[in-house]
């Protein structure tokens, strides 16, 4: 989801939309699954080919629908445990798909295993740092830590991807693969520490 700080200013352009697309029908499942495919494809169809300004472009564009489905939902009052579930699985393949192209264009075009590596690496930590929080609420506990959360990757990837490609600065792009790769790591070693520490404490008074 969205960092909270830019929502209050982002909903005065997405409420008169959501309204809209409420008035013309359309769910806020069709919203997540629109963009969700949208991110998918701005990802796999230009970050392999080294598109990075446009698909960047895109990409963002289609993200913006994590604000909008859920403006949709509370305006039509479809909010709901299906919507909340859909909207954040769903999110798992927009990660993976931007983190996945970035990756192919290292395993073809860009010729550097290494650093195929490290956009897979954050694929992976990613992943983790999402199931960790989803396994551990679960089971009943608070996993409400960490330094890299979905939104921060996000900006932090987007960014500085779209801007590798409109400067045509490389070193922008690897920076921040490195930066997440390194960041995400510490997040899951994070979360794994502090739901350790809620489990022991859960045996102790048992």
């Known amino acids: 989801m969205l960092n909270v700080k830019v929502r209050p200013a982002a909903a005065r352009v997405v409420d008169p939309v959501a309204r809209w697309l409420a008035g013309h029908g359309v769910s806020p499942d069709a919203i997540t699954i629109v963009g969700t495919l949208g991110v998918m494809g701005g990802s796999l169809g230009f970050f392999p080919r080294g598109q990075w300004f446009w698909g960047t472009m895109v990409v963002t564009a289609f993200v913006f629908s994590d604000m909008l489905d859920g403006a949709v939902a509370r305006i039509t009052h479809r909010s709901g445990p299906w919507g909340a579930f859909l909207d954040s699985t769903l999110d798992r393949f927009g990660d993976a798909a931007v983190f996945g192209g970035i990756a192919l264009f290292y395993a073809g075009r860009g010729h550097n295993l290494m650093l195929c590596c490290v956009a897979l690496a954050c694929l992976v930590f990613s992943s983790l740092t999402s199931y960790i ?54 997040t899951v070693g994070q979360r794994l520490a502090f739901v350790r520490q809620q489990a022991l404490a859960v045996v102790a008074t048992t």
């Open 133 to 186: 929080k989803a396994r551990a609420e679960g089971l009943g506990l608070r996993c409400d830590v960490g330094f890299a959360e979905r939104s921060e990757r996000l900006i932090i990837m987007l960014v500085c991807t779209g801007f590798s490609g409109l400067l045509d600065q490389d070193w922008i792009r690897i920076s921040a693969l490195w930066f997440l790769a390194g960041a995400t790591l510490f």
